[in-house]
């Protein structure tokens, strides 16, 4: 079956040239002309991946966003204008997993869609058997990257895959420091000038979501102040 793209954008020509793209590439392709009907559309059936205008009239791809993530871990790659540091910034707060700037070559983002889609705990999730070996194992917390499953407590948590790129990161150095700069460069693999704060907002989300099923687990995620982070391992 197709894995199955929601392409969001108040400009028929982009949706149009995306569309054409994406289908040469075998996915199957949903369109939605403004931040609304994106919602109605996502709330109520499952994408794969969704392609996200940031400026969109009626409900703008900031709040796209922020209300899918209440519900979904559906990759998001928001689509932004040049100008637009501090939106891109904001995109990330509340969830995006990527973005790509507009001009941009359709080709750049179907590349994108490819990444995210192989890296994805949304589309990569079955069952491991028992002979699995990509498996880090702690008393509260289990990553099992053969499967692209996290199980805290012994129930799965269900995160985005810069979520769970960035704890599986940092779960293989247990108890080494990384700084922010270093955490920007290795888990968004490509050239990223984004904000500091794009760290602290996927670390602060990432411990919400653990917390709620292993407050332990949640706890292995340390914050070295003056520096950044590290997966703690407690003896």
Same mark, same amino acid.
């Given at each position: ?5 929601? /392409? ?10 995306? =569309? ?11 369109? !939605?002309?403004?931040? %609304? ?7 109520? %059936? *499952? ?19 922020? %209300?899918?993530?209440? %519900?979904? #871990? ?11 540091? =501090? ?8 969830? !995006?997993? *990527? ?15 490819? !990444? /995210?889609?192989?890296? @994805? #705990? ?6 491991? $058997?028992?002979?699995?070996? $990509? ?9 099992? =990257? ?16 810069? +979520? ?8 293989? @150095?247990?108890?080494?420091?990384? *700084? ?14 984004? $904000? ?17 099923? #292993?407050?332990?687990? @949640? ?12 997966? +703690?391992? =407690?003896?």
């Amino acid at each position: 079956m197709a894995e199955k793209i929601l /392409i969001v954008d108040d400009e028929e020509r982009i949706r149009k040239l995306l =569309n054409m793209y994406l289908v040469r590439e075998g996915y199957e392709t949903v369109e !939605a002309a403004d931040g %609304q009907e994106a919602l109605d559309l996502a709330m109520g %059936q *499952d994408f794969h991946c969704i392609l996200l205008d940031l400026m969109m009239p009626k409900v703008d791809g900031i709040e796209v966003a922020k %209300q899918l993530r209440k %519900q979904k #871990s559906t990759p998001i790659i928001m689509l932004t204008a040049k100008g637009e540091e =501090n939106n891109r910034v904001e995109g990330f707060e509340v969830g !995006a997993d *990527d973005y790509i700037v507009k001009p941009f070559s359709p080709r750049e983002v179907v590349l994108r869609v490819k !990444a /995210i889609l192989k890296r @994805s #705990s949304e589309t990569a999730f079955i069952e491991a $058997d028992a002979t699995a070996k $990509d498996v880090i194992a702690y008393d509260h917390l289990v990553i099992d =990257n053969d499967a692209h499953r996290v199980l805290a407590n012994e129930v799965k948590v269900n995160l985005t895959p810069k +979520e769970y790129e960035l704890l599986l990161f940092l779960a293989k @150095s247990p108890d080494k420091v990384f *700084d922010r700069e270093v955490l920007l460069k290795e888990v968004w693999h490509y050239d990223f000038y984004g $904000d500091l704060r794009t760290v602290d907002t996927h670390v602060k989300r990432l411990r919400e979501k653990l917390y709620k099923v #292993s407050p332990e687990a @949640s706890e292995m995620i340390h914050t070295v102040w003056g520096i950044g982070y590290k997966f +703690e391992v =407690n003896e």
